[in-house]
């Protein structure tokens, strides 16, 4: 369901191959994996698959973030990654 009214959200404004819908669509299957690893915690290829997609949104972050701070700061909030440091 909130994957529905995202992705309406972002394809109103983008198309999907934007950045902000790379980062969604990764972040949900680090979600699902996380959850999948809650309950099978010695599949390693499960666990390897949940490191390749961290690795995969952390890059494309730290382009956004050198790009578009602003778009990074918004996605981050939205997505409920990970909190602001502050200064």
């Known amino acids: 369901m909130v994957k529905n009214s995202f992705i309406s959200i972002i394809s ?5 191959g934007s950045v902000e819908f ?10 699902r994996l996380a959850s ?9 290829s499960s666990q390897r698959g949940l490191r390749k997609i961290l690795g995969k949104r952390q890059r494309i972050l730290t382009y956004l973030s050198k790009n578009n701070i602003g778009r990074y700061k918004e996605l981050i909030n939205e997505l409920d ?3 602001l440091k502050t200064r």
């Open 36 to 44: 999948h690893l809650e309950l099978h915690k010695k599949d390693s």
């Open 22 to 31: 790379q980062v969604f669509s990764f972040t949900t299957k680090i979600r």
């Open 81 to 83: 990654i990970r909190e």
């Open 12 to 16: 109103q404004k983008e198309n999907r």
